[in-house]
Structures are given as structure tokens and as C-alpha cells.
């Protein structure tokens, strides 16, 4: 198809609009990058704009170093593994039993499990609730109460919808019982809907601080997730280098605290793109269906 | 029964019901006013009379309600019904007589009285009223005896059971049932205290509890809290009524009209169950308001049966494929009785079926136990908590002992509207809700819009990828961000001094932080939600552009024309999502970006509870702000999912 001189000239308006949007939406985490980079004179100058000055590796080799940062880091990290694996456990046995189309009580188990995404009761009966069974300033607290997600439910429920029936039938002839065929049918077919929903726990694991600021106080400060400690650590005044002792220079502590920030960005940053063309499958399944 | 195959539904628009409203004003004149004066005057005379005859009077006009003047009311309504009545084109004829329906009432009440309302219960009554109405019913002119019900008892049961034990179950789980004898012990404690008594003595026990409570109440001087709690179990039975019952009307007349046969024919329903609800919601709420008027006059009836008779239809063949057996039903399968139904339940072969469907599927049960395990423990117990809002603030007692507060339970909902903050707060939600959606929900369109145009493959691939980064980060990066893009050395200060104008400062200035606030939303969110547009833009039919095209449209006649119109249904079922929770506040965003010198704008109803009840203890302060909150929410995806499907679109369900 030929296109006219006015298209190709709305063509390239438009492809530069997109330019801009992508610079507004990389500018910030560049500049942070490159203050993480710099070293705390040229920060103080005003001078950082877009490439560090002043090569300086020093502020991360620090936060490296702060042992505080580097379990939380870890924990966190072992947390998000934990979650995802459970949530996905989770998530997968409750979507799986709701394909069985005659399943008796199938519609009162799937109105019992949507209502709850319309209506809850609220932080504060969670609260108390936790407090009651003696999860409150426990680290469980972190996986449990919110171990599934319904609308990742719905997801994997629409997904497994989409496998034939047939398979399973011919599977049933052969003598499989349901949990044989989720395991070596559905399961397998389904590892890009798992790989989606798994970066969705995963982020929202690893970008959550809510449940640890509000079930544990700080006495359970060895559990906090790497958000909590960021939060504490970027609107507290005193920030951790005052902990460590080192002198309480505003250009150090700001590389520190941009050293920080890249330092719970970029594992995610890293995994997404690789999962782009799954999750843009996971959300339209989940919108068309939720 | 007869399978249906190869049939198709008849035409819409030929079913219709012609009843005026006139004809559903006469039963229930009938029904509330002109019978009730016969033992109106008869109770009168008792009374004139005096003494304990009173009951006997009050015996006698409820024998009359029961047995004669609702049973003749109901006949009548019958009688009318089926005649108003015109389904595919057909008019319906009732053959009984008003004396045999009002006898055969009469008798179904009798039997209900019996057995203690198990009749009733057990849905034996509902089956046997069906079948008789509908064996009496015909096609003007067509064979009596053709016609009949083919369902039985046991699908009402299960509704019925509902109704009735869900807000039993309610009240007793919440509470709520006063069960306190003279020493003001609860029953469940009294339980405790004697573990060893027989069953039949617990019985007595609870008779004794139940009898008591009046008078006990009234002489202890607890009567105010008693007054309370029963005022508390209306509003709890009254939700009931207006939610169960009109599912269970629902429930029972998609199933009334597909277990019809009229002449041979069988009848479907082909309206979605939701409509009804909504329907027998709305005329219920209507009566309230209007102090069971709308009930009375028979309007509410009326608008139930127009609704009704527009969705009933018969099956008909498709032309030249089936044969007349595939959707007529013969004369001897309307035979089917409760008791062959049971029969055909309980039979070796059934028996032998139940078996293996339970050997099949009972791992799915067992793997069902996890999820319902957690939404029981996480989700719905935590609603019990919910009646905190309602009782006093004592922080050592269980929640289900704390005495209900003042006000008949309301005093934390006044004392939240009496506190300056919380109207902050609420205010504050409001305009940061707002503007989100008046600025927030379109970006994503734009930009879904923009990126469809975007002709350079790869680019656009990358641009997606980089637009949905922000989506990524956390609020607590992304305040962190903004804490050092917007300081006085930032990247946006250091531009704006190049270019000569005044420096911002969004993290002390009121204004500008409500402005950073809702552009950081937009930047974390549109490029995350173009996702669903995107794929909503690609189901668009192709040949609707190259029609376009063909006929001269540029590219902004294209998005004006087509694009958009595509993209509505999902525009609107997004929005119905975002009016559900209008006044639903996220907590991470808010809470990552504030700090005190804007707190005047920033705090919203989530960090009022937060602040109030975890940090605070006030938990029934924030109770009742969260029930506020989640009432309003659901009202708001209630009202916008219906407004929505008023104006022809599919709504979210």
C-alpha cells in the first residue's frame, strides 16, 4: 500500500511524540542512575544531569556493605520466592477444580471466591484478626493473608478454559485421575499463563511495603522487606550512614540512598522485558474475562 | 423428558403480558383489605368483650389471613395471570376454577400449618401449586391435560433452606441473637458452664432463654441495649430480604418456566437471572421506600410480570431440520412426581452414579479444602469483625461481648462525621479520586491510541516495552524519584533555572503536590493499562479501516469513527471498575508521597485508618470509617454497573 505524503508526515509526528513519552518515562530512573554514579562533590555542585561525574563506584561498594541492606535485600529475595511459589500453588489448585464444568457446587465455590473481590472488610478487622490467631509481628504475616490474588485467579481460570476439554477427557479414558492430569496435562500447557503470574506475584512482593508497615512493628525490623527499609531510610532523617557512622555528608548519604533505590529496581527491571509478550497475554485474558 | 435438540427460541417481542395494573390492584384489595375486615370485626367484638380472648382473637385473624383471604387473593391473581398472559403469540387460558384454586390453597396452608412450616419449607408446596396451575393451563382453544410442570420439590429446597438459614446464621455468628436469661448469661456460656446435660435439657434451656429475654430485659433495665440489638437484627433481616429473597425469586422463576409445559410445548427462559434480581431488588427497595404502597397497589407484581412473560418463550423447530419430537413433550412424560423423583434419586443405578462421580472428582474437593480454607480464614471471618464499627471501643474484650455504643450503634459513624479529619480525609479522596479519573483514566486511551498509529514496528515494540516500566517500580522508588527530581537540585528545578522561571517545590507546596500526585500516577499507570486497549484495538474488524480508507478517511476521522466506538465496551467496563472504588483509596501512593507539610491534602481515608486504628487503637472509629468506605464503594459499582447496562452496554457482570 502507498501511503500519501500527508501520513508518512503524521507517521513521523507521531513517532516523535513516542520519543518524548519514552523520555519522560526513562529520564528520572537515568538521573537517579547517574547520581548513584557520581561522586558527592559534583552532587553538591548541582552538576549531575544525565551521565555521572566523577566515576564513583564507592556508594554501592558501601551499600554493599551495610549489612542491614544486604539481609533485607536477601530476605526479601527469599520472601518473593516463597510467595510467588505459594501463591502460585495456591492460586493453581483453586482455578483448576473450577474447569470441571460439572463439578457439583462449582457456581457457589466461584461466587464465594469473586464476591470477595468486590467486597472486604478492611485493614483493621485483618488486624485484629491477625492478632487473634498470633500471626501479628510474625513473618508469615508477609505470605499468608494475601497469598492469592482473585484476579490472578480469574487469569489462570480463563486460561485453563482455553485448554480443550478433550484433552482431559481422553485423559480420563485412560484412567487419569484429576490431579494426574493437571499435573502432566494442564500444568505443562500452561507454563506462559505460570511465567505471567509469576511475575506479577513477584513484583508485587517485591514492590509492597503495606503489610510489613502495618502488621509488624519495629521490633521485627530483621523481617522488613527492602520497601519498608527504603521508606524508612529515604523519609527518616536519620538515614543509615548516620548509623554507620560515617560522617553525615548531604552529597554521600544522597548517592547512598540513590544507590539504594537502584539497587531494589533493577532484579525487576532486569526480568521484564523477557516476559513482555506473556503478561500482555496475561492482562488481556484477565480484562476480557474479569 | 424430551431433549431439545435443533431448536431455536421463539422471536422476541411475541411474548408479552397485557395485565393492567388494575388487575393486580383487585387481589390485593382482596388480600389486605376487604377480607381482613371480617376478622377485623370479629377481633374487634372479642375485644369489646375483653380478657384473654384477646388471643383467641388475634388466632382467628391470622387463621383468616392464612386460610382464606390469601389463599382467595392468590387464586384470583392466578386466574388473571394466565389470562393476561401471551407467550410466541399464543394467549394462555386458565380451565380451573376460582373455587378449585382457592381450595387447593386452602388445603396446601392447612398442610403447611401442620407440619410446623416444613411443607412449606421443603418447597412440597411451591411444586404442588405449579403443577396444579400449570395442568390447568392452555393455549386458547388448545387440549387441557397437555399441559403440566415438569419439576419437582427438590430444586426449591436448597433456595429455600438459604433463605431461611443465612440470616439465621448471620445473627447467630454475629452476635446478635440476645440469647440472655435473668442473670444475663449468654446461652453459648451457659453451654459452656454445663457440658454434661442431656440434649434435651439444652433445648429447654434455650426455649427458657428465649421466652425470658422480653421480660427480662424489660425488668433489668437493659432494655435499651436490647432495643438495639433487635433493631440491629431488622436492619440485618431486612438486607436479607432485600438481597436473598430476590435471588431466590430469581432462582425460582428460571426455574418455574423451564420446567413449564403448555400444551405440549416446553417453555424456556431466556432473560439472565441478574435482570431479575435486579428487578425484584428494586420493586422491593421501592416498596420500602414507599411504605409497602408500591407492593400493595399491585405495581410491583405487575412490573415482575411483564418482565417475566417478555422472557418466557417455547422452543421451535429449526425449519426443515427437526422433527416435531425434538421439542414437544408427550403427554405421558408430565407424569413426573416428587415420588419418582425420589425414586429415580435413590435408585441402584443413581446410587451407582453418585459413587463413581464421587470416586472420580473427590480430589478436586480436597483441593478446593486450601482456597476455601483461606478465604474463610482471611476473607470472610474478617468480615465478622465488621460489627466492631458498631460496639463500644474496648480494647479487652472479645469483639462479639462489647455492649453495642450509643446512638443505636451509629455513635462511631457520627463521631467519625464530627471529626475534622476524617472530613479531610474524605474530601481528600474525593479530589485526588477525582481528578485520577478525570485525568488518569483517559491517558491510557490516549496513549493506546497513539501507539496503534505508531507504523515502525520495532519502534513501537521498544516504546511499549519502556512504557510499561513504570509500572514496575515501586511507589517508595518512585517517591524517591520524585524526591529528587523535584528537590532544588533536581533534574526538573535545574531546566527550569536554565530556562529562567521559578523553581517547584510539589513536596511543600499543597497545590503542586496534588498536581505531581496525579501526573506520577498517570506516568506509573498508562503505559500498563494501553495493555487491555491495545488487545481491544486489535479485535477491531480490519475491513471497517480499508472501508474507511476507500472512502477518503484520514487519520483522525479513522480513531473518531472506529477506533473509539471499538474501544467502548472496554472503556466502560474499566469505568464501571474505576466508580466502584471512587472513594476506595490506594494506600502505597499516598502514603510514599506525603509527608507533613502536605498532609492537609494528603491524607486520605486509608491513611486516616491507618493512623487512627493500627497506630491509633481507635479500631471501632476506623471500622466504621472502612464500613462507610466499602458501603459507598459497593453503591457506586452497583449504580454505575447498572447505568452502565440502562444505556445497552454489557457491564462488568
Known amino acids: 500500500m502507498i501511503k ?36 558527592a562533590d559534583s552532587l553538591i555542585r548541582n552538576k549531575v544531569f544525565l551521565w555521572p561525574k566523577g566515576w564513583n563506584l564507592g ?146 512482593r517485591w514492590n509492597s511495603y503495606t503489610d510489613a508497615l502495618y502488621f509488624l512493628n519495629s521490633k521485627e525490623e530483621q523481617f522488613f522487606p527492602i520497601q519498608l527499609l527504603l521508606y524508612n531510610l529515604i523519609n527518616s532523617l536519620q538515614s543509615f550512614d548516620q548509623a554507620q557512622e560515617v560522617a553525615p555528608t548531604v552529597g554521600i548519604s544522597e548517592t547512598l540512598k540513590m544507590a539504594s533505590v537502584m539497587f531494589a529496581t533493577i532484579p525487576i527491571l532486569c526480568v521484564y522485558p523477557w516476559l513482555q509478550r506473556y503478561f500482555v497475554a496475561g492482562v488481556t485474558l484477565g480484562g476480557e474475562k474479569g | ?89 399464543a394467549p394462555l387460558e386458565y380451565t380451573g376454577r376460582f373455587a378449585g384454586t382457592a381450595l387447593f390453597l386452602i388445603k396446601l396452608s392447612l398442610f403447611s400449618l401442620a407440619t410446623l412450616g416444613l411443607y412449606w419449607l421443603s418447597g412440597l408446596s411451591a411444586a404442588a ?128 418456566i423451564d420446567n413449564t409445559v403448555i400444551d405440549g410445548y416446553r417453555l424456556t427462559y431466556s432473560a439472565v437471572h441478574n435482570d431479575y434480581f435486579l428487578l425484584v431488588f428494586l420493586n422491593g427497595f421501592l416498596s420500602v421506600v414507599t411504605l409497602g404502597l408500591f407492593n400493595i397497589l399491585g405495581l410491583s407484581r405487575l412490573s415482575m410480570m411483564k418482565f417475566r412473560a417478555k422472557h418466557t418463550h417455547v422452543y421451535v423447530p429449526v425449519s426443515g431440520q427437526a422433527s416435531q419430537t425434538s421439542y414437544m413433550i408427550p403427554p405421558e412424560a408430565l407424569r413426573v412426581t416428587w415420588r419418582g423423583h425420589m425414586r429415580a434419586v435413590f435408585s441402584p443405578e443413581a446410587r451407582l452414579r453418585t459413587k463413581n462421580y464421587a470416586r472420580r472428582y473427590w480430589t478436586l474437593y480436597l483441593l478446593l479444602i486450601v482456597p476455601m480454607v483461606y478465604l474463610i480464614v482471611f476473607k470472610y471471618i474478617p468480615m465478622l469483625y465488621i460489627q466492631m464499627g458498631f460496639k463500644t471501643n474496648n480494647i479487652m474484650l472479645p469483639v462479639w461481648d462489647n455492649p453495642w455504643s450509643s446512638n443505636y450503634g451509629f455513635e462511631w459513624f457520627i463521631k467519625a462525621f464530627k471529626n475534622k479529619d476524617f472530613i479531610n480525609a474524605l474530601r481528600n479522596t474525593l479530589v485526588l479520586n477525582g481528578l ?40 517508595v522508588i518512585i517517591a524517591a524519584l520524585a524526591l529528587k527530581l523535584f528537590s532544588s537540585t533536581g533534574l526538573v528545578n535545574l531546566m527550569l533555572e536554565n530556562a529562567g522561571r521559578t523553581p517547584l517545590a510539589p513536596f511543600s507546596d499543597n497545590a503542586q503536590w496534588v498536581v505531581m500526585y496525579v501526573l506520577l500516577g498517570i506516568w506509573q499507570s498508562a503505559g500498563w493499562g494501553t495493555i487491555i486497549y491495545l488487545a481491544a484495538i486489535t479485535n477491531i474488524n480490519p475491513e471497517l479501516y480499508e472501508a474507511a480508507e476507500v472512502d477518503g478517511a484520514g487519520r483522525l476521522r479513522k480513531i473518531w469513527n472506529i477506533t473509539l466506538p471499538g474501544l467502548r465496551p472496554t472503556i466502560i467496563v474499566l469505568l464501571i471498575m474505576r466508580m466502584g472504588s471512587i472513594l476506595g483509596s490506594d494506600f502505597e501512593r499516598p502514603f510514599a508521597l506525603k509527608n507533613p507539610l502536605v498532609s492537609p491534602v494528603a491524607d486520605v481515608i486509608s491513611i486516616y485508618v491507618y493512623t487512627h486504628g493500627i497506630r491509633g487503637t481507635q479500631f471501632a472509629l476506623s471500622s466504621a470509617v472502612g464500613i462507610f468506605q466499602s458501603a459507598i464503594c459497593l453503591i457506586f459499582l452497583f449504580g454505575a454497573n447498572s447505568l452502565a447496562k440502562k444505556f445497552g452496554e454489557r457491564g462488568i457482570w
Open chain 1, 4 to 39: 500519501s505524503k500527508s501520513t508518512k508526515i503524521g507517521d513521523w509526528i507521531i513517532a516523535v511524540i513516542c520519543f518524548f513519552i519514552i523520555l519522560i518515562c526513562i529520564l528520572p530512573l537515568l538521573n537517579v542512575a547517574a547520581r548513584s554514579l557520581s561522586d
Open chain 2, 129 to 256: 401449586v405449579n403443577r396444579y396451575v400449570y395442568e390447568r393451563t392452555s393455549r386458547k382453544g388448545g387440549a387441557p391435560g397437555r399441559s403440566g410442570f415438569v419439576g419437582n420439590f427438590v430444586h426449591i429446597i436448597l433456595p429455600r433452606v438459604i433463605i431461611v438459614a443465612v440470616p439465621l446464621i448471620l445473627l447467630y455468628m454475629s452476635g446478635l441473637l440476645p440469647l440472655r436469661p435473668q442473670n444475663g448469661e449468654r446461652f453459648l456460656d451457659y453451654l459452656a458452664k454445663h457440658p454434661d446435660q442431656e440434649p434435651s435439657m439444652h433445648l429447654w434451656t434455650l426455649m427458657r432463654y428465649v421466652v425470658y429475654m422480653g421480660s427480662d430485659a424489660l425488668r433489668s433495665g437493659t432494655f435499651y441495649n436490647e432495643v438495639t440489638t433487635l433493631i440491629w437484627s431488622g436492619i440485618m433481616l431486612f438486607i436479607a430480604a432485600l438481597v436473598l429473597l430476590p435471588w431466590y425469586r430469581g432462582r425460582m422463576l428460571k426455574w418455574q
Open chain 2, 436 to 475: 485520577d479519573l478525570l485525568f488518569g483514566f483517559p491517558a491510557p486511551i490516549i496513549l493506546a491510541l497513539l501507539l496503534n498509529e505508531l507504523s515502525f514496528r520495532k519502534y513501537k515494540r521498544i516504546s511499549q516495552t519502556i512504557f510499561y516500566m513504570p509500572h514496575f517500580l515501586s511507589w
Open chain 1, 59 to 204: 556508594a554501592y561498594r558501601r551499600v554493599l556493605n551495610d549489612s542491614k541492606f544486604v539481609r533485607s535485600l536477601q530476605w526479601t529475595a527469599v520472601l518473593t520466592v516463597m510467595g510467588v511459589v505459594l501463591s502460585l500453588i495456591v492460586t493453581t489448585i483453586t482455578a483448576y477444580p473450577l474447569v470441571y464444568e460439572n463439578l457439583k457446587g462449582r457456581k457457589i465455590f466461584n461466587t464465594a471466591i469473586i464476591f470477595t473481590m468486590y467486597f472486604g472488610a478492611g485493614t483493621v478487622p485483618m488486624y485484629l484478626l491477625l492478632k487473634q490467631i498470633g500471626l501479628l509481628n510474625t513473618w508469615p504475616v508477609l505470605l499468608l493473608p494475601y497469598c492469592m490474588s482473585i484476579f490472578n485467579m480469574i487469569i489462570m481460570r480463563s486460561f485453563f478454559y482455553g485448554i480443550p476439554d478433550s484433552y482431559r477427557e481422553s485423559a480420563e479414558i485412560d484412567g487419569a485421575g484429576p490431579i494426574r492430569i493437571l499435573i502432566s496435562i494442564y500444568l505443562p500447557l500452561s507454563t506462559s499463563v505460570i511465567a505471567t503470574l509469576a511475575l506479577f506475584y513477584a513484583v508485587g
Open chain 2, 1 to 89: 423428558m424430551v431433549e431439545v435438540r435443533d431448536a431455536r427460541l421463539g422471536e422476541e417481542g411475541n411474548s408479552y403480558y397485557d395485565g393492567r395494573f388494575v388487575s393486580h390492584l383487585a387481589p390485593r384489595l382482596l388480600g389486605f383489605l376487604f377480607f381482613p375486615a371480617v376478622p377485623a370485626g370479629a377481633f374487634a367484638a372479642i375485644i369489646a368483650i375483653g380478657g384473654y380472648r384477646a388471643l383467641l382473637a388475634a388466632v382467628i385473624t391470622g387463621a383468616a389471613l392464612c386460610f382464606v383471604c390469601g389463599p382467595a387473593a392468590a387464586a384470583v391473581r392466578i386466574l388473571l395471570t394466565v389470562n393476561h398472559t401471551v407467550v410466541d403469540g
